[in-house]
């Protein structure tokens, strides 16, 4: 059994964490920070079906810089992205949308940078974290098969030994659990759009041609099976990342996008031959329907499948910084937890009428992009990106954008919800 505290084989904890993955592992990292004693954290295990961890994505964020180009805590009521901040490896002051060979560049006039964090460092790091905290078991290459609700607890069967000949069954309880498996009852494909991609990081025989800008919506376009675009992070004068991304309306998996995304590294490194080095690549949902219902509220569901992902973006790892804080700092006081915060209803509702505007008219989309880059001030941009925007950056926003197709939308949009609100007498809370 690949645990960090192979003395202490408990079966009863306070706290069970499903999944060591981006939520879990940044839920245990608050606890430890926030906690004034390690001891004041509650017994925890975290289930990790993994047996080591690889360098398996790259989380980027735009947060404000620092003097020694650390991310800055960017709210004043968090510290979320503290241990983000030791983790970043590149930072760009500049980022840049481009369709149709027409390009705009942000920068922004406040000190927000756009960061890069390989994953792996935040898994070591974290795990580092947890080894000095006698009250947090990591237990990996082990999945949680099920979990039963009781009266006094939740029961939980784990089956560890995944990677190896024999599988072991155990039981231990929980007083609560919080699940970063996307749930059962959401299905991924009801998305109104999909945000699949494939990346590459490549390292180049000769040095590239880009300056040092983040790519972040490269060569807006559209073919038969939607929009597409390239997303290029020059990460040192020989190393790009490149990634080929398509919002989708069907479900697609990831890797049927490696050849697209080998043409697109082909593309952007031109004539000078190159290497694979890693390789990342996933699916995240845009506009899930609200399919988690109320459950026992020992049981508290997060992740990408209970709203971690901004709907319009599928930018998820700030958000799921300040919610590990918050949660955290739920569980060190009276012991509960909590699930995603939902997102302020205005904005829930213009990222849906966007999403829905792309998903039926995706020929629509580099433009809808476009505009807001060329129209609104690059930090009202920001604000509206990062989850906090204004009611003067809603305004700038919405009058960017092209307004018939997303007054048919927004239209559709209200009419759907006078029909949920039909079922379930709840259409105020839609607007
Ligand atoms: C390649 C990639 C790049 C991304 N880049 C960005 C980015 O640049 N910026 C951004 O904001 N977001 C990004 N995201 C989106 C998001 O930040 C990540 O997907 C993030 O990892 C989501 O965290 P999570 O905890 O929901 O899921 P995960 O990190 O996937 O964690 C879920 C964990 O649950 C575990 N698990 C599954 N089943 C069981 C079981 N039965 N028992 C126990 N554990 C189980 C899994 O092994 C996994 O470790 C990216 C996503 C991917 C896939």
């Known amino acids: 059994m690949q645990t960090n505290r192979p003395d202490q084989p408990h079966s009863d904890y306070e706290l069970v964490i499903i999944g060591g993955g981006c939520s879990g592992l940044s839920l245990a990292a608050a606890l430890c920070r926030l906690a004034v004693q390690p001891e004041d954290v509650p017994r925890t295990l975290i289930v990790e079906p993994r047996s080591r961890y690889t360098s398996d994505r790259s989380w980027c964020f735009w947060a404000e810089a620092k003097q020694d180009n650390q991310a800055r805590p960017e709210s004043h009521v968090s510290q979320a992205i503290d241990i983000a901040g030791g983790l970043i490896t590149r930072s760009w002051r500049a980022w840049e949308f481009s369709a149709e060979s027409v390009s705009h560049r942000h920068t922004s006039g406040s000190g927000w940078n756009y960061h890069y964090v390989p994953s792996i460092r935040f898994y070591e790091k974290v795990e580092e974290q947890l080894a000095e905290n006698p009250n947090i078991t990591l237990l990996k290459d082990a999945r949680v098969s099920e979990a039963k609700p009781n009266e006094n607890c939740i029961a939980l069967r784990l089956e560890s030994g995944l990677s190896g000949a024999t599988v072991e069954s155990r039981k231990v309880t929980a007083g609560q659990i919080v699940d970063t498996r996307i749930p059962e009852n959401v299905d991924v494909a009801s998305a109104v759009l999909k945000q699949v991609f494939f990346g590459l990081e490549v390292r180049l025989q000769s040095p590239h041609r880009f300056d040092d800008v983040a790519r972040v919506m490269d060569d807006m376009r559209v073919d038969n099976e939607g929009f597409m ?182 239209l559709a949009e209200v009419h759907a919800g006078i029909v949920t609100a039909n079922r379930s007498h709840t259409w105020h809370e839609v607007l």
């Not at 490696?258 to 043409?263: H, V």
């Not at 939902?342 to 966007?354: A, E, G, I, N, S």
């Not at 990106?385 to 009611?391: E, K, Q, S, V, Y």
């Open 229 to 410: 675009f390239d997303y290029v992070l020059p990460l040192d004068s020989h190393s790009l990342l490149v990634e080929f991304t398509r919002f989708a309306a069907k479900s697609l998996p990831p890797e049927s996008l490696r050849l697209d995304a080998l043409e697109s590294a082909r593309r952007v490194c031109g004539d000078s031959g190159f290497q694979i080095v890693r390789e990342e690549s996933g699916v995240i949902p845009m506009g899930l329907s609200d399919g988690v219902g109320p459950s026992d509220p020992r049981w508290i569901h997060t992740g990408l499948g209970a709203g971690a992902a901004r709907p319009s973006t599928g930018y998820a790892f700030t958000r799921i910084q300040r919610w590990a804080e918050i949660c955290a700092a739920g569980i060190l006081k009276d012991g509960k937890g909590q699930g995603f915060p939902p997102d302020r209803p205005l904005l829930t509702w213009m990222d849906k009428v966007f999403l829905r505007t792309i998903a039926s008219n995706p020929a629509l989309a580099p433009q809808l992009f476009m505009s807001l880059a060329g129209k609104v001030h690059p930090d009202r941009l920001l604000r509206f990106l990062t989850d906090r925007p204004g009611i003067r950056d809603l305004l700038a926003v919405m009058l960017a954008l092209p307004k018939l197709p997303l007054i048919r939308c927004a």
